[in-house]
């Protein structure tokens, strides 16, 4: 296992770098937060509510294997045959055919997994750990 390094780093106020311009763009791309957070409340919620009740009568009897196209109006409508959903059953014998080294070079344990049913100590063992992953900007309105 590599040997983890920590640099000290100054505290800076970014209050320091915030200029006009600065502050009326965050003020503009949190109230726009704030109108997407409304719109996946309201319209959005709504839009995929009426989608699949309206998918469902319009899929209703048909074989899942079949697609259909139906022309409503203006709007063609196409209906797709269901999507095939699979799963591994025998892992093993997937292993047993691959071989040990072509399977771990393949398989794929979700993180979840990893956090639900590995103690911390286990997982510092088996996970590497780098603070690479993309930034978050949130909003909270103070007044």
């Given amino acids: 296992?590599?040997?983890?390094?920590?640099?000290?780093?100054?505290?800076?106020?970014?209050?320091?770098?915030?200029?006009?311009?600065?502050?009326?763009?965050?003020?503009?791309?949190?109230?726009?937060?704030?109108?997407?957070?409304?719109?996946?409340?309201?319209?959005?919620?709504?839009?995929e509510r009426r989608k699949k009740a309206l998918l469902d009568v319009l899929a209703a009897g048909l074989d899942p294997a079949d697609g259909e196209v139906v022309q409503y109006g203006e709007y063609e409508v196409k209906i797709t045959p269901a999507g095939v959903k699979r799963a591994v059953v025998d892992v093993a014998g997937v292993r047993a055919i691959l071989g040990t080294t072509a399977f771990d070079k393949i398989v794929t344990v979700p993180l979840k997994y990893c956090d639900d049913y590995l103690t911390p100590e286990q997982r510092a063992v088996v996970l590497e750990s780098s603070l690479t992953g993309p930034r978050r900007l949130a909003f909270t309105k103070t007044s």
């Fill in 1 to 47: 296992m590599g040997t983890v390094v920590k640099e000290k780093v100054e505290e800076v106020s970014i209050s320091e770098y915030v200029d006009a311009d600065m502050v009326s763009e965050v003020i503009e791309v949190a109230m726009l937060e704030e109108q997407v957070a409304q719109f996946k409340k309201t319209v959005l919620k709504e839009y």
